[in-house]
């Protein structure tokens, strides 16, 4: 609407007036002056009619001309404005795109944002992410934008193949007419590839219908800088694959040492952890802070490796199994963000728990949580170190010590979860 407006109108944007400003200034105010010059002082001189003719021929001509000149500096002004607000609008995608796959967490989510930035950035039908596990291997469909995109894959999907390993073996952006581009069924489609660290990762490739006419230089050479970013992006989310990869086996490795450490409380961790994710999702925690708090609640006893088998059951002992896990967790960057809910997670929301005597809000919500589920699982499990309460007791001592020992807020998540079912007695006997 707003480029109709700006073509509509001469006067619809500020270079638009300012050109007319100037060519009235400098070209009709002149032209006006001379001829009432001509008509005052200068045709009446002139004796024969021809020479009063070629006169006016002369000022008309440059009257013509000045025209002439005006109009195709509007029109290049109009264009140049468009071109600008063309770079400009890639120019902002292209930014937003940048921002968003920064943020990807693995490579379909990569993949969704990169082809619906392509869709943007050259007013494309359909866009097509296509990946490979290695050189000469066939492409896989990674993520596809757009109306009956994963159809026209399905027909057209040589032909997509055949653009994206042209892209790829010439190593630069390719376009492919698809048809003449006329035709219910004409396209154009141009594919990039997405760099890689020894061989390209793939090719994005972006397919239009031929009504919009080809694709423009600036917006192949604005698909190439979106291919740079979710190259970095893939490798990111790669890399973070490989970190939770890294992260959830060796959890589990120590969470099973730390079982046979012990010799009693079998389960316990990923009891607690169960319990705590439940009440977790209760709460309203995304899926980042969910993670935090399964894996804080798998080693809050990981300061118990610490500590000799004879002297695991000896109270005073066992305190120090806090501080422990804090600075085991502490060096380690990967596990640094636990640090704080392994801490604190025995302090009670009344102050009068340990290491740290916090109280209330000043204990790490996830510390919070894990105290209750904690306590909640050494009472009523079997296969705690200690005599186990029924069902119905324990229930009733959580809601005993609620306000002193534990936070209400949780409590009140965890008893509208025991009413739901969700969290009932197979749980404390899962593992």
Not at 238 to 243: C, K, R, S, V
Not at 386 to 411: H, I, M, N, Y
Request: hydrophobic share 45%; proline share 4%.
């Amino acid at each position: 609407m707003a480029g109709s407006a700006r073509q509509g109108s001469i006067f619809a944007q500020k270079l638009d007036r300012t050109a007319f400003t100037s060519y009235f200034l400098g070209a009709i105010v002149p032209l006006v002056a001379l001829a009432f010059i001509v008509e005052r002082f200068v045709l009446p001189s002139l004796g024969e009619a021809r020479l009063a003719l070629g006169f006016i021929a002369v000022v008309l001509s440059l009257a013509v001309l000045s025209l002439g000149s005006f109009l195709v500096l509007r029109r290049t002004i109009r264009q140049s404005l468009r071109q600008i607000d063309g770079d400009n609008k890639r120019l902002k995608l292209l930014l937003n795109a940048s921002q968003h796959l920064s943020s990807a967490q693995d490579e379909s989510d990569a993949a969704a944002m990169t082809a619906r930035c392509a869709f943007d950035v050259v007013e494309g039908s359909r866009a097509f992410v296509l990946t490979r596990d290695a050189p000469g291997s066939a492409f896989q469909l990674l993520h596809a934008t757009g109306d009956g995109a994963d159809k026209l894959f399905e027909k057209r999907e040589s032909e997509l193949h055949a653009v994206a390993n042209l892209a790829l073996s010439e190593g630069r952006p390719v376009i492919h007419g698809g048809e003449g581009g006329r035709g219910a069924d004409g396209i154009a489609a141009t594919a990039v590839p997405i760099p890689g660290d020894v061989s390209p990762l793939g090719a994005l490739v972006v397919v239009r219908d031929a009504a919009p006419g080809p694709f423009e230089p600036a917006q192949v050479d604005s698909l190439g800088m979106l291919v740079g970013l979710a190259s970095v992006a893939f490798r990111h989310a790669n890399l973070q694959d490989a970190q939770r990869n890294f992260f959830t086996h060796v959890t589990d490795i120590i969470v099973m040492a730390l079982d046979a450490h012990l010799g009693y409380h079998t389960g316990h961790p990923h009891r607690v952890a169960q319990l705590s994710n439940r009440i977790g999702r209760e709460l309203g925690f995304d899926e980042h802070r969910l993670e935090r708090l399964h894996f804080g609640a798998l080693l809050h006893d990981i300061g118990m490796l610490k500590l000799d088998r004879t002297l695991q059951k000896n109270r005073l002992t066992c305190r120090s199994h806090t501080e422990l896990g804090y600075r085991m967790l502490q060096r380690i960057r990967l596990w640094r963000d636990l640090a704080p809910i392994v801490h604190h997670h025995h302090e009670w929301y009344d102050g009068s728990g340990y290491p740290a005597g916090l109280a209330g809000e000043a204990i790490p919500i996830g510390s919070r949580i894990i105290g209750l589920c904690e306590a909640f699982d050494t009472m009523t499990s079997s296969k705690s170190y200690k005599a186990p309460l029924s069902w119905d007791d324990g229930l009733q001592e959580v809601e005993r010590c609620t306000g002193t020992q534990f936070d209400p807020d949780v409590v009140r998540a965890f008893m509208t979860l025991v009413e739901r079912g969700d969290i009932d007695p197979t749980i404390v006997e899962s593992v």
